[in-house]
């Protein structure tokens, strides 16, 4: 109840800013404790494994919208969005945990819906719902999950091991939830406008999906990374869009980079409807965000190991610090890339 | 967006059967999840040590009202209220994630004051922040804390080990949290009446303290549980009330209990207040809730150990199944004990 003599605006520090500066004061205390704040999960040293924990809220009116969000994907995407952050570790999920505050709106069918979802990703990726709470919330919905992975000491991936000299890889294709959301959008403003409209959604089935049940890449860090013998030097999964989380591995790594145009992958059909909607299809793949995807960095000795791995692309170099981060584009031009993550804060 | 057919409200399930209903349908993959949902917390076995998991969200005009919650006091209970959870485990808690959903008409001014309260709590517990998100919502202060903690394979207690013969003990006082509470809302409603008038709160700091700024008790598990050499056969923390917990261990161990009256320590000062608000302080301690003492049973041999232990409390025995779960009070009657815990969700 004490009085405010100043009052900054939570906007003018950004999310990551905003982060950055409530945590600094947090000194680490226990020799457990391997990794906090800063990476896209946090790092437990239990002896003979390490826990990887990572989470993350969905908030209704922030995150998403109920008009086009199905309560059975919202509770899928709530999962694999934390899940892609163990993942970014190169380690294996095993539990969750689930928060949900709700509104007396909110029936128990709806909240069954919701759980069906979430058993649906938990059987999918093979993790078990260990914990959580339900609570009433005076209004909206809002989803917290906490993820807990298992990784093994000698093959854990962070964002900060990247080389001047590694090559930049990222895995399957970007801008396509971002232009989901965008084809939402606009279908949710003309139902609004009249009610009786028959939405054209046929061409955007593959964007939609990205957008509303995307899929962490579970194949990478099960599958093809032992499989060919692989440990990244640094990893990060894209969610808030591939330009940003590209400054995340440079700024932590003290390396900078060089993205190629040519090795952003972006589906037809989203490349399409960024036309469509006059937006530049490079523009939605490297600012979009939610694709969950994969960046990552590789020794060049291990450019044999990834060059034939299925839907990866080979997308640039790590260069000196000095050298900034630059995008390569089609064209032939160097210019510097952009950073333009989601600005949740910004009204 | 499909069709809802029935229409199930929220209440009619209330909190535990809610979850119980929605969980019912997650089997358990992993070998290293060692318990579920269930217990004050999620155990997982990691080798060595077991770590423990507990998440628990405090909603602003559900569990907390920003008229009278300092924001750096609220910091700490949500905090507190988690550790308090790992403790009942007989575990150390270790870490935690913090998760923030704000609307902006909080500024990042108050938003330290928050994070000073969460730091106060790390110190003091030992804990260290390890990740989290902070993100915008549109009405509201939504925070989800969830703990961290390591506990020995023989030696972590689970609710459903209390066995006939056993005797029950509580720590510290009940009902004071509680008291606090209401004070704090009789205030509330006279400022709101009349915002000249002074607030008399001198009689009741201890109570207001108990409810604003709780403590979980870090020394049982860390001090006087090891240095007696005392593993309870079952625990619990209170905190929706003392009566509520008693059900949780008898339902979870197959038993029933016994409560004596007059072991159920209530605070002088508590006392005195429930009678001013015309309230049965037995009632305020067995239903009030929100005191996050421990209530724990012990092997009769272990009886010495736990005699003299500060603030601890002998208030029952544990009984067969079928004689139920009953109160002896202080007048010396036997009957039925009733679990009346938080009711979130009702109106």
């Known amino acids: 109840m004490g009085q405010e003599i100043k009052r900054t605006d939570v906007n003018e520090l950004g999310e990551f800013g905003l982060i950055r500066h409530l945590t600094s004061k947090f000194p680490i ?21 390490l826990t990887v924990i990572s989470t993350d809220t969905l908030v209704e009116g922030i995150h998403f919208d109920m008009v086009y969000t199905p309560l059975k994907h919202l509770g899928y995407k709530a999962v694999v969005v934390n899940l892609s952050d ?41 993790v078990d719902l260990i914990g959580g709470d339900t609570t009433s919330s005076p209004k909206g919905l809002y989803i917290s999950v906490t993820a807990i992975g298992q990784g093994e000491k000698d093959k854990l991936v962070y ?21 989901g959301l965008q084809i939402l959008e606009r279908e949710k403003q003309l139902y609004l406008d009249n009610p009786k409209i028959k939405p054209d959604l ?8 990205r957008q509303l049940k ?23 999964d894209v969610s808030d869009g591939l330009a940003s989380e590209l400054f995340h591995i440079c700024t932590s790594s003290g390396v900078g ?11 037809p059909k989203a490349e399409e409807l960024a036309i469509k909607f006059n937006l530049d299809p490079i523009t939605c793949a490297l600012s979009g965000g939610e694709d969950y995807e994969l960046l990552f960095t590789v020794k060049p000795e291990d450019l044999e190991k990834v060059r034939y ?14 050298e900034g981060v630059k995008l390569h ?19």
């Open 214 to 236: 995307p899929e962490a890449r579970k194949d990478f860090v099960e599958q093809f990374f032992p499989k060919a013998g692989l440990v990244p030097t640094s990893m990060i």
């Open 329 to 347: 584009t089609k064209g032939g031009n160097i210019h510097p890339l952009q950073a333009q993550g989601w600005q949740h804060f910004q009204s």
């Open 86 to 126: 163990i993942y970014a570790m190169n380690a294996k999920p095993r539990q969750i945990t689930v928060s949900i505050a709700l509104s007396n709106r909110y029936s128990v069918e709806a909240l069954e819906e919701l759980y069906d979802g979430i058993r649906t990703a938990c059987e999918w990726y093979g």
């Open 29 to 49: 205390k226990n020799a457990s404790t391997k990794k906090g704040i800063g990476d896209d999960a946090a790092v437990i040293d239990n002896g003979d494994k």
């Open 202 to 209: 046929e061409d955007a089935q593959y964007m939609i999906e």
């Open 257 to 267: 980079a060089i993205l190629e145009e040519n090795g952003v992958s972006i589906h």
């Open 159 to 179: 964002r900060d091991g990247a080389n001047v000299g590694d090559i930049l890889c990222c895995t399957g294709n970007f801008g396509s939830a971002y232009l």
């Open 309 to 322: 791995m299925p839907d990866i692309y080979l997308c640039g170099e790590i260069i000196p610090a000095e």
